[in-house]
């Protein structure tokens, strides 16, 4: 088992930056992928990024390339999300969770998950 935490969310201006956190517990998480999905209300849960066990492998959605970061310190069994750049659809519920060996973008994919942390960009 992996539990996962979220942190970081809030309520910030558009323009505005936020650093989202991922913890780990349980099994060695530098075996696991960690990706992080975003919910906004009535809509499905939608891929964000992804970040391979090692850290050298990244993919982004296309709304959010060139604004968010992802990268993770497995000394710290800890992944991050960068957000710079905010806009008003950013806002959502964002989730992390992770998967034994290689990335995708799939969120059925993934056995783990957080419980959520809420971004709401303000215009």
């Known amino acids: 088992q992996v539990q996962l935490v979220e942190s970081g969310g809030g309520l910030v201006q558009a323009g505005g930056s936020l650093r989202l956190s991922c913890a780990a517990s349980g099994r060695t998480f530098s075996n696991y992928a960690v990706g992080w999905f975003r919910q906004a209300p009535g809509k499905e849960r939608d891929f964000v990024s992804v970040i391979s066990w090692s850290g050298s492998g990244t993919d982004y959605a296309d709304s959010v390339k060139g604004r968010f970061t992802i990268s993770r310190d497995n000394a710290k069994n800890t992944v991050y999300l960068q957000m710079n750049s905010l806009k008003p659809e950013d806002t959502a519920v964002y989730y992390c969770?992770?998967?034994?060996?290689?990335?995708?973008?799939?969120?059925?994919?993934?056995?783990?998950w957080g419980q959520g942390t809420q971004v709401t960009v303000s215009s």
């Open positions: 969770a992770a998967r034994r060996g290689y990335r995708d973008y799939e969120a059925v994919s993934y056995n783990y």
